[in-house]
């Protein structure tokens, strides 16, 4: 590792990096508070709740096809940030980022469940790796628009097949800047095969209200290798049910016979309906007679499985 | 009525599975996915903000 005399000094004395840090913040902080930025962000909150693009004039403008004005806002806003960092070399630009030497993002603004970034895929970092073997398809809605590079890429899209099974429809596309590329990320993934030079893009997704769970296909199979919660909250809410599982916690079964009853992803719901049998046998099963009883509820099944079950090992339960 | 006590590790799953938020089978598959960015704005929640926006 090379510690130049810049980063020596910062042993000694880290000064320069929180001045370094606050002239970053005061720039994000100042870009934010412009009136077009405050538009901005009003409209993404306006988009979180539920209004169309086509109702946004912002975000409609940004991602109309061939517009240039997504081009410039970018631009401007790289050339503001990009005099910050070159007076602050330390420094850290304020916002969400990440880059794994491929695949380089920025997040540029944020309300509820939808984000605007900015995404950058290196050619020479993706061209070295090897194919993807795997898609993925997240419970969002996607707009990317080209702003700069080129790339020849397919839109995939996932035709069930008799779950979990699902054929896919390739579309090969070209990716040149002005393009603009709507998706609905649950069936339809893009997925970039020869990038030039660098391809980038500003990415508005929308997570959708009822997320269902996130998908991985083999892509030469279509067959589902891997599923996973579409929304962090459920993940959140899941291990919150088994800790209080696992710590006993009689007095939350009425909570976790709630969670189960509510519309959440079968796998939250399947796990809180699991513990509440642990901790309380009544209302446990009380929650696990409704599933099992409920028209058109996914989970109706294995509840009933699993009701007759428990009333052939303890017939007791029958008089519930 | 005596109700027996119910062993939660003898219960079933579910015949699929569902992992927890962000967990993928393959990871060379994010890097031209959504799953990047939906992950980021949940991963930073976690992180002290101090000092990112």
């Known amino acids: ?36 930025i405050v538009q901005l962000h009003s409209e993404l909150a306006a988009f979180s709740a539920a209004r169309p693009i086509a109702e946004c004039p912002m975000l409609a403008t940004l991602f109309e096809d061939g517009n240039p004005a997504a081009r410039s806002f970018v631009d401007d806003f790289v050339a503001i940030m990009t005099a910050v960092i070159s007076s602050q070399p330390l420094g850290q630009i304020a916002m969400r ?42 419970p969002n809605d996607s707009w990317d628009h080209i702003l700069a590079g080129g790339a020849t890429a397919s839109l995939l899209e996932a035709r069930p097949a008799g779950a979990p099974q699902v054929d896919f429809h390739h579309r090969v596309t070209r990716l040149d800047p002005g393009m603009v ?31 269902g769970p996130a998908r991985e296909y083999d892509l030469a199979s279509g067959t589902l290798i891997h599923q996973a919660a579409g929304d962090a909250r459920e993940s959140r809410l899941e291990f919150m049910v088994s800790l209080l599982g696992r710590m006993g916690r009689a007095d939350a079964a009425p909570e976790l016979a709630g969670i189960a009853l509510e519309d959440w992803g079968e796998g939250l719901r399947w796990e809180a309906l699991r513990q509440c049998l642990g901790l309380d046998t009544a209302t446990g099963f009380a929650v696990l007679a409704t599933v099992a009883d409920r028209i058109g509820d996914p989970l109706a099944e294995p509840a009933r499985n699993l009701r007759a079950s428990l009333v052939s090992a303890y017939p007791q339960l029958q008089e519930l | 009525m005596n109700l027996p006590k119910i062993d939660v590790s003898a219960l079933p799953d579910l015949d699929v599975l569902t992992g927890v938020f962000g967990s993928l089978k393959n990871a060379s598959a994010v890097v031209t996915d959504d799953m990047l960015v939906v992950l980021m704005t949940y991963i930073y929640d976690v992180v002290d903000p101090t000092g990112l926006a």
Not at chain 1, 1 to 30: C, K, N, S, V, Y
Not at chain 1, 121 to 129: E, F, I, T
């Open chain 1, 1 to 36: 590792m090379q510690i130049g005399p810049h980063l020596r000094a910062l042993r000694e004395d880290d000064a320069p990096q929180r001045a370094a840090q606050t002239a970053l913040i005061a720039a994000t902080r100042e870009w934010r508070a412009r009136p077009d």
């Open chain 1, 97 to 138: 980022h990440s880059t794994d030497g491929a695949s380089s993002n920025l997040m540029l603004a944020q309300s509820g469940r939808v984000t605007l970034t900015l995404v950058a895929l290196d050619g020479a970092g993706l061209n070295r790796r090897p194919a993807p073997t795997s898609v993925s398809f997240s």
């Open chain 1, 181 to 211: 590329i709507a998706r609905e990320s649950s069936r339809q993934a893009l997925l970039v095969d020869r990038i030039e030079g660098r391809l980038v893009s500003l990415r508005l997704v929308r997570r959708h209200e009822r997320s």
